[in-house]
């Protein structure tokens, strides 16, 4: 088996939401696109997981992400905010 190195110009980022991981190769998604990948419930918000004491950061639906690999994102239910 031979293994080739990606092409300079293919990325591939490793990412979860809700704990399901997702190796795509692209990084540029809306809100909205990461929500219907994982499946999420219309209404439900989505949030990246910031790592230590910070507060986790909203994702609108509209909104532009640039994924990178290991980042975790997860959604919260209408009504469980706060």
Known sequence: MSIQAAKPDHVVVSFHINDVHFRLDRQEFTGAELAALAGIPAGNQLFLDVPGDGDDTPI???????????????????????
């Open 60 to 82: 609108g639906a509209e909104e532009q992400v640039t994924v990178r690999s290991g980042m975790k994102l997860y959604d919260v239910p209408v009504g469980n905010l706060g």
